[in-house]
């Protein structure tokens, strides 16, 4: 028997490829399995150490030592005082161990033995594969197609590593053979025990930025850096690049000679058509690049809604959308910015509304003339606040803008901002702080009333709230949020400490 289990832990170990004391933990798992089949009636505390050397082993069983007070478990725990009858220096929370006869494998008994190393061998090929690709996510991967199925694709990565391709992660039109060669992007590591464990994508805007670090060697150098990257997936592309040498041109090299670079990824793609766009710091430029080859005539960017009005000739409209959006959806995604893509004429119908309702509230805020407020609009004035607190030059330098103006307009604007801000402490005063909030170390009565407008009224309500629940009122960073709390809390450790006092007299 201890020759055949050497012989077990060394051919499974070779054919498996994992380490022979995983085979040997299973070993030892499988024989105590079979040892606890002799004490059915009890829940028994087996274990088996085999020798690495000889293959002998031995078996031994164990008892954690309880209190009196706890009724032991049967099988597995022994009290206090059955555990002084056997040796008196055993305590509470000692194991103590006897040596049992050796189990023997019946029919039964190996079979489950067999399951158990297989299980055993199962977990330590998949901790495995998950070690020695858990650090490649997002590298592009290469291997043979193992099966079909109507969902997915099963990859042969070797060294008993398979990927998982599904179908929707294809680029369209894909169609695999068993035994196709085949490379897609590493997405995910599922190290469960359970499921696949590499996840794979062909379809990943991942999947393109790669490709061209391979066939472009100067992106793998970083003296060219891919800035983004969006996917119509098996149509078209768009990729943008910036060089970090001003010798090189990124979007001259990323297409090569004859265009063989950009071609080469379009092959792989499915004949995905790729525009290659100069990235810009600039966010106006980079959208007018990203939208080629349409031509752009102007732009207006809200930054406060991340959006871009931009505005071509009636007969560029068409390219700058796209079939079916695809070019101003892709610019888009590329960018990061929300692009409306317009027609100079709507351009300036949508640039006079909207310079008519500042005009207007202009007008009725600051009871101005419409002319004046005209002349604040076209300056680049769009509410009450640039108006109260521009730089005063900033406005003497307006034409037909004079000090006695400019002095009553900013007066105006900040007596309707002090308004605005009174009627909102008064709504704010309505949900009524308690006292021993309003007073706690570190409390202002504003800071109190903007608590008690959120529900937090007393200082049992700030003790009981989580640093994150009030991190980002009134600007209280993670620091001042957790002295705030931490202050209210004082009653409770308070009380805490009195009972404490009290038990110990």
């Keep these: ?188 590591v599922n190290p469960e025990n359970r499921g696949p464990q590499l996840m794979m994508s062909r379809s990943a805007d991942e999947m393109l930025i790669e490709l061209f670090r391979i066939e472009v060697p100067e992106i793998s150098e970083e003296t060219i850096e891919i800035k983004a990257a969006a996917r119509d997936t098996g149509s078209r592309a768009k990729i943008a690049v910036k060089s970090n040498d001003q010798r090189i041109d990124p979007v001259g090299a990323c297409v090569g000679m004859r265009g063989s670079r950009v071609q080469a990824v379009t092959n792989e793609l499915g004949n995905e058509r790729i525009d290659i766009v100069l990235w810009d710091d600039n966010p106006a430029q980079l959208v007018i690049n990203a939208l080629a080859p349409a031509e752009v005539v102007s732009i207006v960017m809200d930054e406060d809604t991340n959006s871009m009005d931009v505005a071509v000739e009636e007969d560029q409209l068409a390219i700058a959308i796209g079939r079916s959006g695809q070019n101003v959806k892709l610019a888009s995604e590329l960018t990061g910015w929300t692009i409306n893509v317009m027609t100079e004429e709507d351009a300036g119908v949508k640039q006079e509304e909207e310079q008519g309702t500042l005009v207007e509230k202009l007008m009725k805020a600051l009871d101005l003339d419409e002319d004046v407020a005209i002349f604040l609009v076209e300056e680049g004035f769009t509410g009450l606040e640039e108006v109260a607190y521009v730089e005063r030059d900033e406005m003497l330098a307006i034409d037909g803008f004079d000090e006695e103006m400019v002095d009553e307009l900013q007066t105006r604007a900040k007596d309707i901002l002090l308004t605005q801000a009174i009627i909102s402490e008064e709504k704010l005063e309505d949900s009524k702080p308690a006292e021993d909030l309003l007073t706690m170390e570190g409390m202002d009565q504003h800071l109190a009333l903007v608590l008690a407008s959120r529900g937090i009224c007393t200082m049992e309500d700030l003790a009981e709230q989580a640093v994150d629940d009030i991190v980002g009122i009134e600007d209280i960073d993670a620091e001042k949020a957790a002295q705030l709390i931490m202050t209210a809390r004082k009653p409770w450790f308070e009380e805490a400490e009195k009972a404490a006092l009290g038990a110990g007299e």
């Design 1 to 188: 028997m201890s020759k055949e289990i050497l012989l077990v832990a060394e051919a499974v170990s070779n054919e498996k490829g994992v380490e022979q004391e995983v085979i040997f933990d299973a070993i030892e798992l499988a024989l105590a399995a079979a040892a606890s089949k002799r004490f059915d009636d009890e829940e028994a505390t087996i274990h088996v150490v085999i020798d690495r050397q000889t293959g002998d082993y031995e078996a031994y069983r164990s008892w954690l030592i309880v209190s009196n007070e706890v009724v032991p478990a049967l099988g597995s725990e022994l009290n206090m005082q059955e555990a002084a009858d056997i040796d008196t220096d055993l305590k509470e929370g000692d194991t103590h161990q006897e040596k049992i006869d050796t189990p023997e494998f019946g029919r039964i008994a190996a079979q489950a033995a067999k399951q158990i190393i297989l299980q055993k061998v199962r977990e330590a090929e998949r901790a495995k594969i998950t070690a020695a690709y858990v650090n490649r996510v997002g590298e592009l991967l290469h291997g043979t197609v193992k099966k079909v199925t109507r969902d997915n694709i099963i990859i042969d990565l070797g060294a008993n590593a398979e990927g998982l391709l599904p179908r929707d992660q294809l680029i369209a039109r894909e169609v695999f053979r068993i035994n196709d060669r085949v490379r897609a992007i590493l997405m995910d």
